[in-house]
């Protein structure tokens, strides 16, 4: 089952925007249309940022936005919180768009 | 507030098979899709299969051989079991619920906890 790439680790200082890529293929993601974020601290389950790619759930603060070029989409945070250190996924369909595919994983560091 | 509890063996011994149940408080399991997601220590997370309030499945390819996921729509509660375990079974579990009613695309929105099944002898 092929994996949606992510790099391993970005870093920001507060107050500042970030951005995490997630790519996938052609080939193994179909239309990569329903893609979602998740954010998991340490110990704790994972909790929903965005669906549907720009989407967000209620109670999900604004800072966080979603977008999608091709078969990259893009997790932003803008006004970096140090409460937003955290471990973040995307997520997406297989080329079925039946089965869940995970991301490898972003370590956000906010120093 | 729907609130999922992992519920089950936090050791298992290699070869046998792991058993979970998923217990669902503050809303009916139906009209939803209900998923199992693991993550072994330090890893990412592995999604291993989703059962609609119905009773119809689907399971990933890696565990797809060992997985049955279940549900009694009586006790509010669906379940993992995989066959035939091993070391590499070992991580923590999660079960959660898909975020819209009657559709598995746009995420899952609540989790349990999570529980952590070590697999070893």
């Known amino acids: 089952q092929s994996a949606l790439t992510q790099p391993a680790s970005v870093s920001g200082s507060p107050g500042q925007s970030i951005t995490i890529s997630c790519t996938g293929t052609?080939?193994?993601?179909?239309?990569?249309?329903?893609v979602s974020w998740y954010q998991q601290h340490p110990g704790k389950a994972p909790k929903l940022l965005i669906y549907?790619?720009?989407k967000r759930p209620s109670g999900v603060s604004n800072r966080f936005s979603g977008s999608k070029s091709g078969y990259t989409a893009s997790l932003t945070i803008s006004g970096l919180q140090a409460e937003d250190e955290a471990d973040y996924y995307c997520?997406?369909?297989?080329?079925?768009?039946?089965?869940?595919?995970f991301g490898g994983g972003t370590k956000l560091t906010v120093l | 507030q729907v609130r999922l509890q992992e519920s089950g063996p936090g050791l298992v011994k290699p070869s046998e098979t792991l058993s979970l149940n998923c217990t669902v408080s503050?809303?009916?399991?139906?009209?939803?899709?209900w998923s199992w997601i693991r993550q072994p220590p330090g890893k990412s997370l592995e999604w291993i299969g989703y059962?609609?309030?119905?009773?119809?499945?689907n399971y990933g390819p890696s565990l797809e051989r060992r997985v049955t996921i279940s549900l009694d729509t009586s006790k509010n509660q669906f379940s993992l079991s995989i066959q035939s375990v091993t070391a590499a079974d070992t991580a923590v579990y999660f079960c959660?619920?898909?975020?819209?009613?009657?559709?598995?695309?746009?995420?899952?929105?609540?989790w349990g906890q999570g529980t952590t099944v070590t697999v070893s002898s």
């Open positions: 959660a619920r898909h975020l819209l009613p009657q559709n598995y695309y746009y995420g899952m929105d609540v």
């Open positions: 503050g809303d009916s399991i139906s009209g939803y899709y």
């Open positions: 059962i609609y309030y119905s009773g119809g499945t």
């Open positions: 052609s080939g193994d993601f179909g239309t990569f249309r329903y």
């Open positions: 549907d790619v720009t």
């Open positions: 997520s997406s369909y297989t080329i079925t768009d039946t089965d869940v595919v």
